[in-house]
C-alpha cells in the first residue's frame, strides 16, 4: 500500500485497487483544485496498473478487442508460387507454372522418378518411332548396318543444351567419317525442335519424345533429385548393340569427345 499527500485529500493505491481518503476540511477553490488533480492521477494509474495485470496474466489483443476478428495463417496453407514461364540459365532446366500454381505437398514423393527399364552396355535397346523437326516419323531400326550415336537432353533453347548440340555440329564431319549418325532426343516438340535446329544450323536429327516415354524405357537417370531431366550419350554398334554410355550434366561438350574416341576404335 503506496499513500501519497495531497493537501487535505490522501490518495491510497495498491496494485489491486485504489482508494481515495478526502478530508472535508476545504473550503477554498484551490482545495477543488486539488481534488480535481488527485481524481487524475488515481484514474492514470488506475487503468496503467491494470493493463500491467492483464499483460501478466497472458491476455491476449482479442480479448482486449473483441470486436476485431484477426484470421490465423496455418503453416500448411497452400501458398502462391511462381507464375510466369522462364527458362532456367541452370543446365538446360525448363520450368513452366500457372498463373494459381500452388506450393507442392510434402516433399515424401516430390523427388521420386520412374525408371520402367534401364539400358546397359552390351545390350540392344528398345526400339523407338518418333517425330523429327520436320515432322517425319524416325524409326531406330532405320540406323541399323552404322554406328549411331544417341543423346538425351533436357531442353531445347537452353545453355547446356546449346552448347551440347553446337559441339556435336561442329564435330559432325568427324563423325560422318566415323560412318555414324547423330540423334539428339529431348521431350520438345518438333516446332520447337525445327526452331532450335535452325536457329543453330544444326545437320542432325532432332527427334520428339513428348512425355518422356523413351527416356523412361531406356532408363536415363534424371538429376538434382529427379528434378531435371538427364544428359546421357549412346553410342550403338553397327549391330544396335550399346558400346558406350555417358552421362555428364555438367561438361555437355564432354559427350563428344568421349563419342568420337569410341567411334574411332570400332
Not at 100 to 105: E, F, I, R
Not at 153 to 176: H, I, W
Amino acid at each position: 500500500m503506496v499513500g501519497w499527500p495531497l493537501g487535505p485529500a490522501i490518495v491510497h493505491a495498491s496494485r489491486e485497487n485504489f482508494t481515495l481518503s478526502l478530508s472535508l476540511r476545504f473550503h477554498s477553490p484551490i482545495a477543488l483544485l486539488r481534488l480535481w488533480l488527485a481524481s487524475a492521477i488515481v484514474y492514470s494509474c488506475s487503468f496503467s496498473l491494470r493493463m500491467a495485470s492483464m499483460a501478466k496474466t497472458h491476455c491476449s489483443i482479442p480479448s482486449i478487442l473483441p470486436s476485431l476478428n484477426i484470421p490465423r495463417t496455418s503453416s500448411s496453407q497452400n501458398l502462391p508460387i511462381l507464375s510466369t514461364s522462364f527458362h532456367s540459365q541452370f543446365c538446360g532446366l525448363k520450368f513452366s507454372n500457372p498463373a494459381t500454381a500452388t506450393a507442392p505437398a510434402p516433399y515424401r514423393s516430390s523427388f521420386r522418378t520412374s525408371i520402367v527399364a534401364k539400358v546397359n552396355k552390351g545390350q540392344v535397346p528398345p526400339t523407338f518411332t518418333l517425330k523429327d523437326q520436320d515432322g517425319k516419323v524416325v524409326s531406330l531400326a532405320k540406323y541399323k548396318g552404322k554406328p549411331v550415336v544417341v543423346y538425351f537432353y533436357p531442353a531445347d533453347e537452353t545453355p547446356g543444351c546449346t552448347k551440347q548440340a553446337c559441339a556435336f555440329r561442329d564435330s559432325y564431319e568427324k563423325f560422318k567419317k566415323a560412318g555414324a549418325e547423330v540423334v539428339g532426343i529431348s521431350g520438345d516438340d518438333s516446332s520447337s525442335h525445327k526452331s532450335f535446329a535452325k536457329k543453330y544450323r544444326l545437320p542432325f536429327t532432332l527427334l520428339s519424345d513428348e512425355g518422356n516415354k523413351i527416356r523412361k524405357e531406356w532408363g536415363v537417370p534424371s538429376d538434382l533429385f529427379g528434378a531435371l531431366p538427364g544428359r546421357q550419350t549412346y553410342v550403338l554398334d553397327k549391330k544396335g548393340v550399346v558400346q558406350l554410355i555417358y552421362n555428364n550434366q555438367f561438361q555437355p561438350e564432354k559427350h563428344i569427345d568421349e563419342t568420337l574416341k569410341l567411334l574411332q576404335s570400332l
